[in-house]
């Protein structure tokens, strides 16, 4: 059996595309590599959603069951968005294990093998996966735009017409009947919240699913700070689409605030105004001031569903994306706890076991990847949005490189902000060499999340940046790497910088360049990897939250 599996995956779809070219056998029919399908889920390793629920008023209990049912929604719209028809997909599957396989990929197609089919008569995945017709090229959305812009608007679908026209098909009016149930379930859910804040939130996106008009409920959001439970639904990342990187997916969590956790983190929304002021750029590519009411929070996840539950798990969340809210009002950046520490246990201990020099692995903690990912979330609401020259937002002009870039920033920009709050007192001094080095143990982790996935592009960005400016070293004899700490704050310090210019700058043409050039694996790496996968360690986590109380 061929499986394509873990860290040599999405490295191997070229070299199995090859092999079939090689035998006369076509990618799509029915002669394609037995696939091992058992051992593809076993990259995942189950986990239970769990959070302390104790506190909760008998009200907040039972709004519950109404907020799962609305992201159940949610779930079935990202299908036809990422797919089509789930059932028709599923119904045809005989082999369970590829079966669940589908069902943790939202299609037939392999999120973490660089979205290669794993099922018979399948094909390519479409860059712009069903948000658009199969057959369409950039240039001819582009072209068509010119004279219809709601082609490009987040929260349309493309189709053509009887004369092949392209139309622009609002998603309240695709999806009227699926949206209006989910709004129903809102406002049933609003009427039973206590907090004035998440009721008028509830009630504003409820009518948003039904309107297409997202931002005031993004201000309502934003203006939430009192409520324990939490609910983020609606079409939110641009991840889906790789034709155009603008079309939103649907998604929800439902979540249940960690007061502890929170109040730890509450200081350092105050700090973001100096965070900006001391970014490593010219002035004019820090010259926007971030929203002053930016919120840190910790959370515990009772329910994913849609985009964050596709392929690899969501952990830290910072929205809204929306532009303008973010000057006027900031973002609220989203620890999710529970899962957090489950990547944490289930898979970053174990590759810092096999691929972390010896001496630097007690420095892998769950402190310090906690805060990497937190700093990651409050560096997306630093830099800039919109380009220098004035034609629009950063993610306009980069286009379907805006994901990989900007995820890049965060990645290493929270590794800076972290180094500026160490020098300024805000952090113990003592705990950056173990960021950096639970940062490059993050690396290995999610390199394998694959070329599909902005994550996955970032890392490897940053793992090649590093190598070439010496950040760290590999010992050939063990196969393990060491940090050097003061050679990985200069790249840092350098990478943030030219990802920041990037942006501001605008330059599709350079950042595509940039993101291939830094973007590709070397043998060391992708055989690195491949031990990773010889002892089994899962690439992510899938998790078992079925929620009984949902309504039917």
């Not at 596709?310 to 989203?334: C, F, W």
């Not at 043409?509 to 694996?521: H, I, P, V």
Request: charged share 25%.
């Amino acid at each position: 059996m061929l499986r394509y599996s873990g860290a040599v995956r999405w490295v191997a779809a070229g070299l199995a595309i090859a092999w079939l070219v090689s035998c006369g056998l076509s990618e799509t029919g029915s002669d394609m590599p037995e696939l091992d399908y058992r051992a593809m889920v076993d990259d995942y390793v189950p986990v239970k959603l769990e959070a302390d629920l104790n506190d909760l008023t008998d009200n907040q209990r039972a709004m519950l069951p109404l907020l799962v049912s609305a992201a159940r929604v949610m779930d079935s719209l990202f299908w036809q968005q990422a797919y089509g028809d789930k059932n028709q997909l599923l119904d045809g599957i005989d082999d369970p294990n590829a079966r669940r396989f589908a069902e943790i990929n939202y299609g037939p197609w392999d999120r973490l093998g660089d979205n290669r089919p794993f099922l018979p008569g399948i094909g390519p995945k479409p860059p712009g996966a069903n948000y658009y017709p199969a057959d369409l090229t950039k240039e001819e959305l582009e072209q068509a735009a010119a004279s219809e812009p709601d082609l490009t608007s987040q929260y349309t679908l493309v189709r053509r017409d009887n004369s092949r026209d392209l139309i622009a098909v609002p998603y309240n009016r695709a999806f009227a009947n699926e949206l209006s149930e989910a709004a129903s379930l809102l406002r049933q859910a609003a009427e039973l919240a206590e907090d004035p804040g998440f009721r008028r939130y509830l009630g504003m996106r409820a009518t948003a699913l039904e309107t297409n008009v997202y931002q005031q409920s993004d201000f309502a959001w934003m203006d939430m700070r009192d409520n324990v439970l939490d609910l983020v639904i609606g079409p939110i990342e641009s991840y889906e689409d790789k034709l155009m990187g603008t079309k939103t997916a649907f998604e929800a969590y439902v979540l249940v605030k960690d007061r502890d956790w929170s109040a730890r983190l509450e200081r350092y929304s105050a700090m973001l105004p100096m965070l900006q002021d001391g970014l490593p750029v010219p002035a004019a590519y820090k010259a926007e001031e971030p929203g002053g009411e930016s919120q840190l929070n910790a959370y515990d996840v009772l329910f994913y569903a849609g985009d964050c539950n596709a392929g690899a798990k969501t952990i830290a969340i910072n929205l809204p994306n929306d532009e303008q809210v973010q000057l006027e009002k900031g973002s609220r950046r989203l620890q999710l706890k529970n899962a957090m520490r489950a990547k944490f246990d289930k898979i970053l201990i174990p590759i810092a076991d096999v691929l972390v020099a010896e001496d630097q692995r007690d420095d892998v903690n769950f402190e310090a990847f906690f805060a990497n990912i937190m700093f990651h979330e409050v560096a997306h609401g630093l830099g800039i949005k919109k380009t220098l020259d004035g034609r629009g937002t950063v993610r306009d002009a980069l286009k379907e490189a805006s994901s990989a870039l900007e995820e890049a920033k965060a990645d290493i920009l929270g590794l800076h902000l972290l180094a500026s709050l160490t020098d300024s007192g805000a952090i113990p001094a003592g705990r950056l060499d173990s960021n950096y080095i639970t940062f490059l143990a993050g690396i290995f982790r999610s390199v394998r999340f694959g070329a599909s996935s902005a994550h996955g592009t970032a890392n490897l960005l940053s793992f090649n940046y590093f190598e070439k400016a010496q950040a760290f070293s590999r010992d050939r004899d063990t196969g393990t790497y060491r940090v050097n700490i003061e050679n990985m704050r200069s790249a840092v310090d350098a990478l943030s910088g030219e990802i920041l210019r990037l942006q501001g700058d605008g330059d599709y043409g350079r950042a595509t360049r940039f993101l291939a050039d830094l973007g590709r694996m070397g043998d060391s790496l992708e055989n690195d990897l491949a031990r990773l996968e010889d002892l089994d360690i899962p690439v992510d986590i899938v998790f078992e939250q079925e929620f009984v109380g949902a309504v039917q």
